[in-house]
């Protein structure tokens, strides 16, 4: 009778927890998405403001050089067409509504449609930004969480000091001297581009070779704040109760590390990929440029030397989702790894 009544409720107690906070998880994302409807709008507000208030005149950007020998007319005719000198709301509405439609506007530094610069580029950036951030974690769950159980140590002491010394250094001096060691002075890696001067096509072998060095440099970047997160959470979690009532349980050190300890400093952990992801996307930027990649982060400076509103206003709207898609994906996840955690709230 006493064994089994525990067992047998949450037995029915289950599905209706699921039902609870699968609706749970509706409700923080309908929260969130009313939250991301006033970001988005003053994002976008702030970028066309900017973009109104530039003296550079849109129709001579976008003649470029025939800018010098076109005549007067035709700037004007093209003043007209883009409606240049409508009053701003109506120019505002204007631009939200093409983008809503999924017209991103004319990049003037690339001379060709904002979408397509994004479709061409995103895929690049993702892929850089995803295989560093999943670099990032691995070794920082694996050296934090050895640090935090030698905690005092050799190498707790010789990691904190690298991680302090490595957390200090500008992303892009990092990847200037990988380039002079690895690529100039070794010759083990090449120094930039996505593939070879003599490729005729795009091998995943080569990408991946040339990918090594930038990918590298940003998860180095990256790295120290969580491997000290993970540390000083994994050393704190190592005191809790129910860890030391495993270890009194004679439990292997490994079970009682990587099964207990770490378990719970995850939680945490996980509010912190998602609150520090633009600096990460912001970390992608200098990276591309410094390594000539066919990235947004490059297009994105081009864009900001060229005065290219179009393509800065579309590639920062694309951030700020980005952003807030993490933020939301961080909240589900923290829920789904705790069921402490209400949802409905």
Known sequence: MTTSAPTAAPAKATPRRRTRRLAGAGAVVRRRLLVAVPILAATSVGMFTLGAASPIDPAQQYAGAAAFTTSEENLAQIRANWGVDDPLPVQYLRWVGNLLQGDLGWST??????????????????????????????ASLLLGTLAAYRRGGWFDRALRATAYAVQSMPVFWIGLAAIALFALTLGWLPAGGLT??????????DVARHLILPVGVLAVAQTPWFVLFIRDAVADSLRDDHVLAARARGLPGRTVLFGHALRTALL??????????????????????????PGLGAVTVQGALGSDFPLLAATTLATTVVVLAANLGTDLAYAAADPRVRLDD
């Open 109 to 138: 530094s690339r001379h060709e449609p904002v979408t397509s610069v994004l479709a061409a580029r995103a895929g690049w950036t993702l892929l850089l930004v995803g295989a560093a951030l999943a670099l990032v974690l691995v």
């Open 196 to 205: 070879d001067i003599t490729a005729t096509g795009t091998d995943p072998a």
């Open 268 to 293: 945490p952990f996980l509010t912190l990929v998602g609150t520090h992801l633009p600096e990460l996307i912001g970390g992608a930027v200098l990276v591309e440029t410094v390594f000539s990649l």
